[in-house]
């Protein structure tokens, strides 16, 4: 998935941009209010972390403008604000999250995996499958199933599991070359003509071939289970 990290504080934007990498999220840093603004309408996020405090324009107004527009990307609150009035206010105009400086990172990370859940409506499900391919996103470990029924567990990589994720997300849907890109790059990264391909090749033998389909010129998909 990719991520917007919007905080003006080099060593908190640091820290974040460096765990979420580790658990195979592309990231986005912003430390400006007003080009924070833009950057939702121009890029399709599956999750906001948003400070309060910026420089150019506060995280309230930004959430207010963002809903306005009827951008709904999951947004979680990180600031030092800590009043119950601050929290009710972050909620009210839209935030799906609220969390107070300082906080664990590896409950952010949880925090991050739940309201990306509820946004696609499936609060009950923690892992995503196909029925032959499910993959788990706290140990970013798929499990495989064979036809006899049999379970293996592969380990995946970061970028292989950014990508097996975005193609378990929508089974059955062709998902483009570009389309890939933009769920496991974060801007502003150097990515090679074949890296897409390079993934899938390295995928394709941890899980089968016959487990992620190629349609020529358009792009590759899991196969929807039933």
């Given at each position: 998935m990719r991520i917007l990290v919007v905080e003006d504080d080099p060593l908190i934007s640091n820290a974040l941009e460096n765990s979420?990498?580790?658990?195979?999220?592309?990231?986005?840093?912003?430390?400006d209010g007003?080009?924070?603004?833009?950057?939702?309408?121009?890029?399709?996020?599956?999750?906001?972390?948003?400070?309060?405090?910026?420089?150019?324009?506060?995280?309230?107004?930004?959430?207010?403008?963002?809903?306005?527009?009827?951008?709904?990307?999951?947004v979680i609150i990180i600031t030092a604000r800590d009043g119950l009035d601050d929290r009710i206010q972050g909620l009210d105009v839209g935030a799906d999250d609220y969390v107070v400086k300082p906080f664990d990172l590896t409950e952010l990370l949880a925090r991050i995996r739940a309201v990306t859940r509820r946004s696609a409506n499936s609060n009950d499900v923690v892992s995503f499958t196909n029925g032959t391919l499910t993959l788990d996103p706290v140990t970013h470990e798929v499990m495989v199933k064979d036809d006899a029924g049999v379970v293996s567990h592969?380990?995946?990589?970061?970028?292989?599991?950014?990508?097996?994720?975005?193609?378990?997300?929508?089974?059955?849907?062709?998902?483009?070359?570009?389309t890939l890109e933009d769920k496991i790059y974060a801007f502003g990264e150097e990515v090679e003509s074949n890296a897409i391909?390079?993934?899938?090749?390295?995928?394709?033998?941890k899980v089968g071939s016959a487990?992620?389909?190629?349609?020529?010129?358009?792009?590759?998909?899991?196969?929807?289970g039933n």
């Open positions: 979420l990498k580790s658990s195979a999220y592309a990231v986005d840093c912003v430390s007003n080009q924070a603004l833009y950057a939702p309408k121009d890029i399709s996020y599956d999750c906001i972390l948003l400070d309060l405090g910026l420089p150019g324009m506060d995280g309230v107004q930004l959430l207010k403008n963002w809903r306005s527009e009827s951008i709904f990307t999951p592969c380990p995946l990589t970061s970028r292989e599991y950014s990508l097996l994720e975005a193609l378990l997300r929508r089974p059955g849907a062709v998902l483009s070359r570009e391909e390079f993934i899938i090749h390295n995928l394709r033998k487990n992620i389909k190629n349609v020529r010129g358009v792009g590759w998909k899991v196969i929807k």
